[in-house]
């Protein structure tokens, strides 16, 4: 078997990926075919995304344990 750990975009380290993303994105935008969210798609990706986390009940309770901590950091 041969090995492809050291191949392709996904093994890349994450500047190097970023920066080639960066680059199809603005080539898109130039030739006009890039998707531009309107303000209403914007709101319901996001309201999407707020539902899908919000079931992780740990995940949740780690963020407000957080914020928690945050907010009591200057308490003497």
Excluded: L
């Amino acid at each position: 078997m041969t090995d492809t750990s050291n191949r392709g975009f996904a093994s890349m380290d994450e500047d190097k990926q970023r920066e080639i993303a960066s680059q199809g994105g603005k080539a898109a935008h130039e030739k006009g075919t890039a998707h531009e969210f309107t303000s209403e798609e914007a709101r319901e990706a996001g309201r999407k995304g707020g539902e899908a986390v919000s079931q992780d009940r740990e995940h949740m309770s780690e963020i407000g344990r957080e914020g928690g901590k945050n907010s009591h950091k200057n308490d003497k």
